[in-house]
């Protein structure tokens, strides 16, 4: 996540996608930003709420993750409770993977 940031706060710093890999000085190779829409958003998260802000945009994510499971599930099925059980077993897996120790824990 720090990495992210870091890059992020690159991007803002010089206002365009870097070419040049910035945070090695032995190697000068180019670099394909791929990720940086999501390092933009974590950047201005960071800079509006802090580091609780990166709780809330996860949790806001695996919603986001949740309601279109859901809303896959329903247009392929038809049949709400048929999507709702299978968005609910999808959710524990994703969160499961996510935080595997806390989830179960006893």
């Known amino acids: ?3 992210h940031l870091s890059v992020a706060i690159g991007f803002c710093d010089i206002g365009k996608c870097p070419t040049l890999y910035p945070f090695t000085y032995s190697v000068r190779s180019t670099v394909v930003a791929y ?3 999501f390092e933009l958003i974590l950047s201005r998260v960071y800079a509006w709420f802090g580091l ?3 709780a809330f945009f996860g949790v806001l994510l ?4 949740s309601v279109a499971l859901f809303a896959t599930c329903y247009a392929l099925s038809g049949r709400f409770w048929r999507s709702w059980f299978l968005t609910l077993f999808g959710s524990l897996a994703y969160i499961y993977s996510i935080f595997p120790v806390q989830c179960f824990s006893v």
């Open 1 to 3: 996540m720090w990495w």
């Open 35 to 37: 990720s940086w829409g």
């Open 52 to 54: 609780s802000g990166f």
């Open 62 to 65: 695996s919603l986001l993750v």
